[in-house]
């Protein structure tokens, strides 16, 4: 009885460790079949993407030469060395596309407006902001000239709720971003603290873009970063004017 009892207690003992290890190991060994599935769809996927970083980049070429609304599905494919019908393959429309080289364009913008600024007074951060953002525009002109005269339009893909939706998600970050570096000049009193960051943001940004799409309309040949001591000392002088006439009417 007693060897049947401690055969009994070991064959427990031996199912308690098998559950441990299965507890540390996945219960079903993977079929090597299934490994080399997952790998193809691995490698598939990447292609996928890096195809689809190609065209895009490809896209914002040709948007860097002429107006977004002008750029035709052919002219991408050969600037990114497809035939026109494989670009259906990565993006379902042009709409998608287009709305796609928006994203990264404004991904691009932001990450340079995020940059760490060199320590300097608010008037010259201010002027490397715009210089940065300046830049952009000059490398993505075609992409900011429909940014910045959206509105209705006869081009389908431009109009189609992917884009328009893209174009309006640019320009809330635009002022958010801008609106960060407004709140930093109202802590270091250089704006009148009777606007909000958000207010000061768009008062600059409209001073800016009169520039930009005066550039742009221009044909884009000239400096645009030369402009940029221009907008910011005409943003900072109505800005003091009118923080100067605040105090002088809490004086009196």
């Excluded at 109009?159 to 309006?168: I, P, T």
């Amino acid at each position: 009885m007693g060897g049947a009892g401690e055969r009994a207690t070991a064959r427990v003992q031996r199912r308690d460790q098998q559950d441990q290890r299965e507890q540390r190991e996945p219960r079903d060994q993977r079929d090597p079949s299934e490994d080399s599935r997952d790998r193809r769809e691995d490698r598939r996927d990447r292609s996928q993407r890096r195809a689809r970083e190609d065209i895009i980049a490809a896209a914002l070429r040709v948007a860097a030469r002429k107006d977004l609304a002008q750029v035709r599905i052919e002219e991408i494919a050969e600037e990114a060395g497809y035939a026109p019908g494989s670009l259906y393959t990565y993006f379902k429309s042009k709409e998608e596309l287009l709305a796609g080289a928006i994203g990264q364009m404004n991904e691009a913008l932001l990450e340079r407006l995020g940059a760490p600024l060199t320590d300097r007074p608010f008037d010259q951060a201010l002027r490397q902001l715009l210089d940065r953002m300046y830049q952009v525009a000059s490398e993505h002109r075609g992409l900011f000239f429909a940014l910045l005269t959206a509105g209705p339009r006869r081009d389908d893909a431009l109009s189609g709720e992917q884009v328009v939706a893209r174009f309006h998600e640019c320009r809330a970050r635009f002022v958010g971003a801008f609106s960060r570096w407004m709140k930093m000049g109202l802590e270091h009193g250089a704006l009148t603290p009777a606007r909000s960051p958000e207010q000061h943001a768009l008062v600059f940004m409209g001073i800016a873009h009169s520039f930009l799409v005066q550039w742009l309309f221009g044909g884009g040949g000239a400096d645009l970063t030369a402009e940029s001591e221009v907008v910011v000392a005409a943003f900072l002088e109505g800005a003091r004017r009118r923080y100067e006439q605040g105090v002088e009417g809490d004086d009196r």
